[in-house]
Nanobody, 118 residues
Framework: QVQLVESGGGLVQPGGSLRLSCAASGTSGSILSSNYMGWYRQAPGKERELVATISRGGFTNTADSVKGRFTISRDNAKNTVYLQMNNLKPEDTAVYYC?????????WGQGTQVTVSS
């Protein structure tokens, strides 16, 4: 079993920055043993969408809508994945979810709210 806990969400003005954290724990919770870790988001009335992923080998993939503004990274020693979000826009407002895949199992965190508003 793996537990993923997100933190770092909140209210920020347009143009501001936030850093989300996703701490993994559990008997199989080493991020280095995952196939990938990722961030998704879901805005009200919209489907959940991919934001960014990082593979076991460290390769990253970022959605076009946030490319150049958001960066996914990880700290293996802390068993934590981060999403650095810069130049935030109102359309980035959503619940952000961390997920990860270990073998055939996919786990999700509970989500953290990000609101971009003046």
């Amino acid at each position: 079993q793996v537990q993923l806990v997100e933190s770092g969400g909140g209210l920020v003005q347009p143009g501001g920055s936030l850093r989300l954290s996703c701490a993994a724990s559990g008997t199989s919770g080493s991020i280095l043993s995952s196939n990938y870790m990722g961030w998704y988001r879901q805005a009200p009335g919209k489907e959940r969408e991919l934001v960014a992923t990082i593979s076991r080998g460290g390769f990253t993939n970022t959605a076009d809508s946030v490319k150049g503004r958001f960066t996914i990274s990880r700290d293996n020693a802390k068993n934590t994945v981060y999403l650095q979000m810069n130049n935030l826009k109102p359309e980035d407002t959503a619940v952000y979810y961390c997920n990860g895949r270990w073998s055939t199992q996919v786990y999700w965190g509970q989500g953290t709210q990000v609101t971009v508003s003046s």
